[in-house]
């Protein structure tokens, strides 16, 4: 079986995930969910007290990173985050962490870091990765590169809805849409690997389709490829 890998990047909340989740199922590749780990250190970060008013200690950050280990398990076939052994899953999708996790992932150590661990889970090929930096920085060389874009109401909507559904109550559309902006904002204008359509990407504009829709172009797209 030929192994390829896929490199899916976009804005916060353009359905990168679902439809990664998607295409690995359908070709039995591995999934890595990119942004989970730096909201797995963006956690760490708050539990240790490293942020203070949105301002990062980065120096302190920096000292710990050897003792923040990052992993996965599979939790009756649905992927969770684990941080140094505990599933944290629920919490780093929380508000908190979402409005803290820009200001960490554009310190140029923790990235250096994550790419590192990212680019060996993608050595053996097979794996289906999302992020901001990946068709540009983690797997320049991945045979797949998607960039989705969609509108910020319509991203909005979406990351809200999710919020619900996982039972982050107490958070209203209107916090979630200022939390999408930003981070957009950080993601896009940081020094160290910013959010960029990389060099020979397909970008798909996501505003009118439904998640199933978007599933399903991924896996032609990646069935046309092979
Ligand atoms: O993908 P998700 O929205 O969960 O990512 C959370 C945050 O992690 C992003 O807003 C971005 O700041 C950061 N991130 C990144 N590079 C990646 C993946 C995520 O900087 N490859």
Redesign the pocket.
């Known amino acids: 079986k030929k192994l390829i890998n896929v490199a899916i990047d976009g804005t ?2 353009s359905g ?2 679902t439809m990664a989740k998607a295409l690995a199922k359908y070709a039995g590749y591995t999934y890595i ?4 780990m ?2 797995a250190v963006t956690l760490y970060c708050l539990q240790h007290g490293y942020i203070k008013d949105g301002k990062v200690d980065v120096q302190r950050l920096v000292a710990a990173l050897g003792d923040i280990k990052i992993s996965f398990k599979l939790d009756g076939g649905v992927q969770h985050t684990c941080l140094n052994g505990v599933d944290v899953e629920k919490e780093i999708r929380g508000l908190e962490v ?1 409005n803290n ?2 200001p960490v ?2 310190v140029p150590q923790v ?1 250096h870091e994550l790419v590192r661990q990212q680019q060996e889970l993608g050595r053996g090929k097979g794996v289906v990765m ?5 068709g540009t920085t ?1 797997l320049p060389d991945a045979e797949i590169k998607i960039y989705v874009t969609s509108s910020p109401e319509v991203r909005a909507r979406r990351r809200y809805r999710e919020m619900l559904t996982k039972g982050e109550t107490g958070v209203t559309l209107d916090e979630v849409v200022a939390n999408v902006r930003m ?1 957009d904002h ?2 896009s204008t940081r020094a160290e690997s910013p959010l960029r359509k990389a060099e020979g990407a397909c970008e798909l504009d996501s505003t009118p389709m439904s998640a199933d829709e978007q599933n399903q172009w991924m896996i032609d797209y990646f069935k046309h490829w092979m």
């Open positions: 916060s909340s990168k995930s969910d990119t942004g989970a730096y909201r979402s996790v820009s992932a554009a990235r999302d992020g901001r930096d990946i983690v981070r950080i993601d």
